[in-house]
Nanobody, 123 residues
Framework: QVQLVESGGGLVQAGGSLRLSCAAS?????MGWFRQAPGKEREFVAA????????AYADSVKGRFTISRDNAKSTVYLQMNSLKPEDTAVYYC???????????????????WGQGTQVTVSS
């Protein structure tokens, strides 16, 4: 069983930046970020495989968010720039224990989930 612990959420003004971190207690292949706003379904944000050779972003965050991974620390990061009020949500880290050529964007593919960290962007 792999445990994921997120950190780095908070309150920021529109146009600002935040960096989320997620530390895994064991080995995983792909790691990603999802988010869930009140009254909405959980949605894909970004994901990267173990080598960084396969990375995917939701269209809504392309050009603003960057996912990266430090395998030595078993940690994945999400650098979020140019934040907008619509980015407000609880952000969840997720990990896929299975090898795939292309990272998945479906919540059902991921085996492990963090507890979530709140990101609030004020206008």
């Amino acid at each position: 069983q792999v445990q994921l612990v997120e950190s780095g959420g908070g309150l920021v003004q529109a146009g600002g930046s935040l960096r989320l971190s997620c530390a895994a207690s064991g080995r995983t292949y792909a790691m990603g970020w999802f988010r869930q706003a009140p009254g909405k379904e959980r949605e894909f944000v970004a994901a990267t495989n173990w080598s960084g050779g396969s990375i995917a972003y939701a269209d809504s965050v392309k050009g603003r968010f960057t996912i990266s991974r430090d395998n030595a620390k078993s940690t994945v990061y999400l650098q979020m720039n140019s934040l907008k009020p619509e980015d407000t949500a609880v952000y969840y880290c997720a990990a896929d224990r299975d090898f795939r050529l292309v990272v998945a964007m479906q919540t059902s593919t991921y085996d492990y989930w963090g507890q979530g960290t709140q990101v609030t962007v004020s206008s």
